[in-house]
Nanobody, 126 residues
Framework: QVHVVESGGGSVQAGQSLRLSCAIS????????MAWIRQAPGKEREGVAY???????KYGDFVNGRFTISQDNAKMTVFLQMNNLKPEDTAVYYC????????????????????WGQGTQVTVSS
């Protein structure tokens, strides 16, 4: 069993920054993939950022260099630094974990992630 707990959401104004954290515990081992996924009201879930135990990171096309995913392998914690936030970034942000990776790179299909947190709300006002 794997437990995933997000923290760090909140309300900010456009242009400001937030840092999300995700603590993962339980039956985890390398290789693995971790991801931040978001869901805005009335929209489908979309992948924001992904990182593997090989420290290869991938991002959704809409990120455009504004967000950075990182991890502390020893503590099994993954972070999402979000800069220059926009109102369209408003969503519930979920952290997810999957055992394994693809040739060192993280899984990019949301269906590959079978452990998810409860989510943390990010609200960006204009």
């Amino acid at each position: 069993q794997v437990h995933v707990v997000e923290s760090g959401g909140g309300s900010v104004q456009a242009g400001q920054s937030l840092r999300l954290s995700c603590a993962i515990s339980g039956d985890t081992w390398s290789p693995y993939s971790m991801a931040w996924i978001r869901q805005a009201p009335g929209k489908e879930r979309e992948g924001v950022a992904y990182i593997s135990s090989a420290n290869i990171a991938k991002y959704g096309d809409f990120v455009n260099g504004r967000f950075t995913i990182s991890q502390d392998n020893a503590k099994m914690t993954v972070f999402l630094q979000m800069n220059n936030l926009k109102p369209e970034d408003t969503a519930v942000y979920y952290c997810a974990y999957a055992q394994g990776f693809m040739s060192g790179a993280p899984f990019l299909s949301l269906g590959d992630y079978n452990y998810w947190g409860q989510g943390t709300q990010v609200t960006v006002s204009s």
